[in-house]
């Protein structure tokens, strides 16, 4: 026993948690960020030398530093069921109607929130301690997510008060406050200029808060969610025997103990004040750190909420007003037109920027020629801009007392915008394309991308930007050409220097060892995905073979139809992608399957199968996958109740990861996986 050692932990954490309290619920900073993380270090050495002394509410958990293997599902106490939605006034008075019937002439009042569009979370408090954080999950269970929740400053790790119930739970929303998405994405375009310079892959940015809220609680390692700055609103108390009548005075009680409540809430005492408030938020909610979508309406007294109780999904005392997607007019400047791999074009809406849900829009996608026609958009036209699903605008609509008399209409380009070929449109089809295949700089610099794609070739030591460069000097028309460069063309690149021409070069070696399929894929013969590219080279073995066969003889290979086989002949019967075709085996690429067994390294994983999903510190996917083949095992492409193993590395998909726990698939990191062949 070590008193001074014990009291010091003990005097540490709850100054530290003093100046987390005062700076994360009451904004105000009492010492600099430097002495705070000098504190914060003390306290991190302290505690690693006497464990025995860490404070259960320690802010050194703050940190994060446990890295799951996978969520333990955990069932929900009191289930988290879902709202009732609605768009209209009308539906909010007849909702208040039939909560004055159900109440038999009692007057009553409502609370009314913003519905804050997050991650739904409960936080389950025993003798004061957070003792566990559950997602929603499917409502009656969810995944336990406590390492990662401890992280978020806004979540009391403890709550001292008096007469505090011994468990209650907490329910709330954790998000991603807009300003930390903002900043992460600031970060990954800043990242991605640089990778662009040196010719690697660019970073996918977040989509939207959301999304990037509901990815960050599902990792695994914790150490990565501290440095994400989630938040928490939270919006309901429960448990047995609370000493609260209302639901006011449970907020009331929620904010004193700590926690982050809204400082807007309102109670009102008929439904008319409550439309009044909806109103009143419609445009303010864009103020506030974090999307919303609507308002939460709900009867305020607990008796009475119990006397109108549940339907089978929804409580009938509270109500969802979700807020139309909002609409905002703007000045159309100019509509431009992408050409895609395949030659389709598509147009887009230049605007004059416009604030809408919290950021400036500028471009809105046309989807093709009818939509334009059916908008009857002119030139100059004032439109209104919509955000559906939040994430890419839309045009709804056009101002037309607006138009200026002598306007034109837009009309749909008759020749591409990049090679003035004239576009064609096939029957029945909306959208136009550019012929001109093996001419137009678009198609054959996205051809070539897909090309090097991970999928197909995996060389991705030639990013966008290279192709880009390499197409201007001349130097690539066709995927073929890859396989003519330099060192000395490729140094003469802007930013290559020796290392990256010699990576360059390598990466591109490395291609003449990918799989046939991979290389059929790579080709961009239209209709050709991944999936038929493979079940191509397993039935014709090489591309001879395929190459001469009729679309009667390729329809007899799995899962080729007619429409595919067309697609194949075609494309092997153009002289230029016969040509193609010469030069790339010249180069020394695999045109045929190697019917030769695997190298066999053991016998570890037989019998097992696996999915793979997210990257690896110390293998590639493909690496990953021929790993566990040479040791007898399997790779699956998704995930089902068969499956036995996903393996989650980096940034690993949480739709994958939730289907796999609702499966009761084991979930492996990198490290097991590796000590399950050692
Ligand atoms: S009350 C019995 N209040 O909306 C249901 N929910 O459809 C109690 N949400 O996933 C929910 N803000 O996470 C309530 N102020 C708020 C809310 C809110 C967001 C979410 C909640 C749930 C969904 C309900």
Known sequence: MNPTTELKIKQLSEKINHYNTQYYQNHLSEISDEEFDKLLAELQQLEKQHPQYAQADSPTQRVGGTVAKEFVQVRHRYPMLSLSNTYSAEELQEFDERVAKGLEQ????????????????????????????????????????????????????????????????????????????????????????????????????????????????????????????????????????????????????????????????????????????????????????????????????????????FTSKSPRWAIAYKYKAENEPTILESVTYQVGRTGAVTPVANLKPVRLAGTTVKRATLHNANEIARLDLHEGDTVFVEKSGEIIPKITGVDKTKRKPNAQPILYVTHCPECATLLVRNEGEAIFFCPNEKGCPPQIKTKIEHYVSRKAMNIDSVGGKTVEALFEKKLLRTVADLYKLTAEQIRSLDGFKETSTNNLLKGIENSKQQPFKNVLFGLGIRFVGETVAEKLADFFKNIDNLAKASIEELQQAPEIGERIAESIVAWFQDADNQQLIAELKQAGLQFATTDTPKVILGNQLVGKTFVISGTFKSFGREELKDLIEQYGGKVLSGVSGKLNFLVAGNEAGSSKLEKAQKAGVAIISEAEFKAMIE
């Open 106 to 309: 009692q007057p009553y009042q409502y609370i009314c929130e913003m519905k804050y569009d997050g991650v739904a979370i409960s936080l389950i408090y025993e003798n004061g301690n957070l003792t566990k954080a559950i997602t929603r999950g499917d409502g009656e269970q969810g995944d336990d997510v406590t390492a990662n929740v401890r992280t978020i400053k806004t979540v009391p790790l403890r709550v001292v008060a008096a007469d505090l119930p011994a468990y209650f739970e907490v329910r709330g929303e954790i998000y991603l406050p807009r300003e930390s998405f903002d900043k992460i994405n600031a970060e990954i375009e800043e990242e991605n200029v640089m990778r662009a310079k040196q010719g690697r892959k660019t970073l996918t940015p977040l989509a939207n808060p959301r999304n990037a809220a509901s990815g960050t609680i599902k990792m695994l390692d914790s150490g990565v969610v501290a440095k994400r700055n989630l938040a928490c609103f939270v919006y309901d108390l429960l448990g047995e025997n609370l000493p609260f009548r209302t639901h006011e005075e449970s907020l009331q009680a929620l904010k004193k103990w700590q926690f982050n409540v809204f400082d807007d809430n309102r109670k009102v005492s008929n439904i008319g004040d409550a439309i009044a408030y909806i109103a009143e938020w419609e445009t303010k909610r864009y103020e506030l750190p974090l999307d919303t979508d609507g308002v939460v309406v709900k009867l305020n007294d607990k008796a009475q909420r119990e006397q109108l109780g």
